[in-house]
């Protein structure tokens, strides 16, 4: 049953992220967005092997985003708020189904 519980966590979790990625659209090219591919990867690279410098790497990663979005090599299309909210839902609960096993729902602490 474990097993059923966390594979739905699963299936939630991919299905937020799904509907967050479906408004961030890429531009193509591929000049323009070198920066942007060297510096998430040095990032994500830094956040794995740093040791000491991982303050560093989300330093990177957030100054990679923020080059991709000012250069416009990434289009953020608008987004409800009621689509949001349910990825946003989806996902917490995914991740809590996916780590735990059990299926908790709590609205108000």
């Known amino acids: 049953m474990k097993f059923i519980i966390?594979?739905?966590g699963l299936v939630l979790m991919l299905?937020?992220?799904?509907?967050?990625?479906?408004?961030?659209?890429f531009s193509g090219y591929f000049i323009p967005s070198l920066p942007v591919m060297?510096?998430?990867t040095s990032g994500i690279l830094t956040l794995k092997y740093g040791g000491?410098?991982?303050q560093y790497a989300w330093l990177m990663i957030a100054a990679s985003l923020a080059y991709a979005?000012?250069?416009s090599v990434i289009f953020i299309a608008p987004i409800s708020l009621v689509s949001?909210?349910?990825?946003?839902?989806?996902?917490s609960m995914g991740?809590?189904?996916l780590t735990t096993?059990?299926?908790?729902?709590q609205l108000l602490p």
Not at 15 to 25: D, H, Q, R
Not at 84 to 91: D, I
């Open 69 to 71: 979005i000012m250069s």
């Open 38 to 40: 060297l510096l998430i």
């Open 15 to 25: 299905f937020g992220i799904k509907v967050l990625a479906s408004s961030v659209i």
């Open 95 to 97: 991740y809590t189904m």
């Open 6 to 8: 966390r594979f739905i």
């Open 52 to 54: 000491q410098n991982r």
């Open 84 to 91: 949001f909210a349910l990825s946003l839902m989806a996902v």
């Open 101 to 105: 096993g059990k299926v908790k729902l």
